[in-house]
T-cell receptor, first 114, second 118 residues
Framework: TQLLEQSPQFLSIQEGENLTVYCNSSSVFSSLQWYRQEPGEGPVLLVT?????EVKKLKRLTFQFGDARKDSSLHITAAQPGDTGLYLCAGFLRTQGGSEKLVFGKGTKLTVNP | GAVVSQHPSWVICKSGTSVKIECRSL??????MFWYRQFPKQSLMLMAT?????????EQGVEKDKFLINHASLTLSTLTVTSAHPEDSSFYIC??????????????FGPGTRLTVT
């Protein structure tokens, strides 16, 4: 069972278009992160959202954390070919032992065509 | 920014042999290191959490006798895949954190190691 569901799984758009990627769960997360991963490389952190309802902007990328801290979205405005990549959401779950672990979604593979 | 390296970046080994993967934090001391595995078209799955000077904590379903983890210093953790089989072929990624014990905040990911077992 996938704890974090990302949609869409694949997305191919033209340069200049806007897009939104969703990350949903039935679990509550203490915080959530978005990463971008290139083929054959490790993921690179884009943003961490902590407070329910929080909105963070990173240039043309807007990240939102749901009020109930169960879901998040990534919106890209005027997409460019350089935005092409695998976008992963990951949530922090507190374990019974009190430690935290990061749980990843399957990712959204974005292709922006020139 | 914090840099994490992995070595080797890719390795091919024969079935039944053991392979060691190193994860190093280059410019900071990592109290905690995490090992993930990523199969094609799948998400990263946490295998184990490694704290310097103590035994690693393995996730459910991960064989601790098969995936040996050693975190001997604050800058180095190693993952040894023992008696590797083709089904162990995967992309192994480590991350290093500076947070307090057991907390996953501020993880910095390595570039990954592609393991192929023939």
């Amino acid at each position: 069972t996938q704890l974090l569901e990302q949609s869409p799984q694949f997305l191919s758009i033209q340069e200049g278009e806007n897009l939104t990627v969703y990350c949903n769960s039935s679990s509550v997360f203490s915080s959530l992160q978005w990463y971008r991963q290139e083929p054959g490389e490790g993921p690179v952190l884009l943003v961490t959202v902590v407070t329910g309802g929080e909105v963070k902007k990173l240039k043309r990328l807007t990240f939102q954390f749901g009020d109930a801290r169960k879901d998040s979205s990534l919106h890209i405005t005027a997409a460019q070919p350089g935005d092409t990549g695998l976008y992963l959401c990951a949530g922090f779950l507190r374990t019974q032992g009190g430690s935290e672990k990061l749980v990843f979604g399957k990712g959204t593979k974005l292709t922006v065509n020139p | 920014g914090a840099v994490v390296s992995q070595h080797p970046s890719w390795v091919i080994c024969k079935s039944g042999t053991s392979v060691k993967i190193e994860c190093r934090s280059l410019d900071f001391q990592a109290t905690t290191m995490f090992w993930y595995r990523q199969f094609p078209k799948q998400s990263l799955m946490l295998m184990a959490t490694s704290n310097e000077g103590s035994k690693a904590t393995y996730e459910q379903g991960v064989e601790k006798d098969k995936f040996l983890i050693n975190h001997a210093s604050l800058t180095l953790s190693t993952l040894t895949v023992t008696s590797a089989h083709p089904e162990d072929s995967s992309f192994y990624i480590c991350s290093a954190g500076q947070g307090a014990y057991g907390l996953a905040y501020e993880q910095y990911f390595g570039p990954g190691t592609r393991l192929t077992v023939t």
